[in-house]
């Protein structure tokens, strides 16, 4: 996905009414907005970017005057009232037979006779807006990605609805409240095994994101979107098991920014000099004590989440070449080298400001070398050589069935550097340096950046 860096188009479309002027709206990233005549713009092009593959002009995109831009007609269609593709939750392809049996985000290890039944699909993150999960980002690209739930209320709230029928096709027409433009979605209806059902009377499309309770053994739902003559849904209860088909409806714009929790922040007088070359926090990351866990974070991401494994970690990649495999061998991307102290990619400067950040793989290393460590039965006690000290709890780690978090007999804290290494000395290049504590060792090695664990942050 490119980095717009010039300006931040939420949405391109055409404002048309019989024989009125096309116009094109364009949003700042600031929140202002202008409106200019399409006719007067020959091209749009993005610093150091090139051309732009958006035309203004372009009937794939239709601006309601909402946050995002809406395409015209489904993913694999061409024309408003075309069906297009019926998507399983998180494929990218799809198929003949739309079952368990067919559907690639089973959790591998499910059997009848050992697992629960909400073990059986494989939970791929809250949101799979824009990530490789995501059909409309991976066929069309750029800013195009799957609407999340909000953004369907969005659209729901926003339009007045009436059940009509395009070139004899029936589904929903919405006017939209702020323009007047129209979309229309066609009641494709849905895949249950192999066959099509509500064909003509429903319209069924997925939402990005995931039904999730604080409940972590509650069975796996997504939200879905549907419409029919009198019914405009996308609510708390309109969930489906993922291996259903649906259509999928495409949004253009940046997804929502991120917004961490209300913590607790050290202050000034509460950091903690050891005599070494950073100051340490008195707790850890998302904690109210020294002797209570904090949040559990993946390598890179910035907030916690219910779970955390390979598939649903943030910065995993599936070239297309492994899109038809039953299990694809994902690629764990290179964000950065270095993430202590950025604004992307470090939890403790966006959770607790700036100043705050991931120390470093020296500064752990400096922790660790110089400083004098007490097994206490729960963690150790770190004294440093003024004779201050913090206490480094073992939370153990978040597995992919969330609550318990592992064993709470080892502890990991993170390291700002990607570079890591075995315990035979090889590189770990799906890893990230992270410091490993227990009654037998405390050194610094590696974690898998997609298994989330503790943070004690640093501040200068």
Known sequence: MR???????????????????????????????????????????????????????????????????????????????????????????????????????????????????????????????????????MKWGEQWRMPSQKEWMELISNCSWTWTSVNGVAGAMGTSKVNGNTIFLPAAGNMVGSEQTHDGTTCFFWSSNEATTTDITADVRNFRANFTATTRDCGENSVDYPDVGFSIRAVYGPKAPEVGPDMKVPSESEMVDLGLSVKWAPYNLGANSQGTDGSFICWGERVEKYYSHTYNYKFLEIPESEWQHKWPEPKVSQIVDQISNTDEYDAAKFLWGDGWRIPTKAEMQELVDRCTWKWTGTGYTVTGPNGNSIFLKTSGFMTYKGLPRGTQTDGYYWCGDAEAYFANGNPDSSGASALRINSKEHKVGSWSRSGGIQIRPVHD
């Open 3 to 137: 980095n717009l860096t010039l300006l931040s188009l939420l949405a391109l479309g055409t404002i048309a009414a019989g024989a009125q002027e096309k116009l094109m709206r364009i949003y700042y990233a600031n929140g202002d907005t202008e409106v200019k005549k399409v006719a007067d713009v020959s091209k749009i092009t993005f610093e150091n970017q090139g051309e732009s593959p958006v035309d203004p002009t372009d009937q794939k995109i239709v601006d309601l005057g909402l946050s995002v831009a809406w395409a015209t007609y489904n993913v694999g269609a061409t024309a408003p009232e075309e069906y297009g593709g019926f998507y399983a939750y998180g494929e990218i392809e799809p198929k003949e037979n739309y079952s368990e049996d067919t559907y690639k985000w089973m959790y591998w290890d499910y059997n009848d006779w050992d697992c629960d039944e909400w073990e059986k699909f494989l939970k791929l993150g809250a949101d799979i807006s824009g990530t490789c999960y995501d059909v409309a980002h």
